[in-house]
T-cell receptor, first 114, second 109 residues
Framework: NAGVTQTPKFQVLKTGQSMTLQCAQDMNHNSMYWYRQDPGMGLRLIYY???????DKGEVPNGYNVSRLNKREFSLRLESAAPSQTSVYFC?????????????FGEGSRLTVL | DAKTTQPNSMESNEEEPVHLPCNHSTISGTDYIHWYRQLPSQGPEYVIH???SNVNNRMASLAIAEDRKSSTLILHRATLRDAAVYYC??????????FGKGTRLHILP
């Protein structure tokens, strides 16, 4: 069972470069999420997608774009990376209609922006 | 934006019970309480959830106050492997899921 798969696991960028973090889930979940976690801090929601074709802003969306390519895949793009975006990024998914559906997380993508 | 409030950190001795509190004073009647934990260098993982009554599973117990404004995650016999950050969150029909800063649990050998 793959669950939630994120790529790449590690990435180093220079300021101003762009990149896309990929996330895929194989659990037929409707809702998908991108969080970031700075050192010693909690998780902050960047964007989420309640269903294929929809995306919504979270707590810290500035500097990011997302695409819900299909039900399985949800990508996060940094158009012009900044050092403040150095963080660990987690993708998560769950059934919609949030009652008992637990969130499943990927292993994280560690991004360093120089 | 987090709707829940937790202590920043707690300590407990190995093999003793641990009670992790969470306040959710604005919770609505249909919101579930979920707990997750994050081990060092890993993504968060589900622990337990409940609505009104107390819940038990193989990992922990969840005690929910009668007025539902607070809850307590209970680890019955803490081990060193339980050292982690524990997050309490509200789950409702809204798909926007916000985490707070959680409680960092230290286990003393």
């Amino acid at each position: 069972n793959a669950g939630v798969t994120q790529t790449p696991k590690f990435q180093v960028l220079k300021t101003g470069q762009s990149m896309t973090l990929q996330c895929a889930q194989d659990m037929n979940h409707n809702s998908m999420y991108w969080y970031r976690q700075d050192p010693g801090m909690g998780l902050r929601l960047i964007y989420y997608s309640a269903s294929e074709g929809t995306t919504d802003k979270g707590e810290v969306p500035n500097g990011y774009n997302v695409s819900r390519l299909n039900k399985r895949e949800f990508s996060l793009r940094l158009e012009s990376a900044a050092p403040s975006q150095t963080s660990v990024y987690f993708c998560a998914s769950t059934r919609r209609g949030g009652d008992t559906g637990e969130l499943f997380f990927g292993e994280g993508s560690r991004l360093t922006v120089l | 934006d987090a709707k829940t409030t937790q202590p920043n950190s707690m300590e407990s001795n190995e093999e003793e019970p641990v009670h992790l509190p969470c306040n959710h004073s604005t919770i609505s009647g249909t919101d579930y309480i979920h707990w997750y934990r994050q081990l060092p260098s890993q993504g968060p993982e589900y622990v337990i959830h409940g609505l009104t009554s107390n819940v038990n599973n193989r990992m922990a117990s969840l005690a929910i106050a009668e007025d539902r404004k607070s809850s307590t995650l209970i680890l019955h016999r803490a081990t060193l492997r339980d050292a982690a950050v524990y997050y309490c969150i509200e789950r409702n029909r809204d798909d926007k899921i916000i985490f707070g800063k959680g409680t960092r649990l230290h286990i003393l050998p």
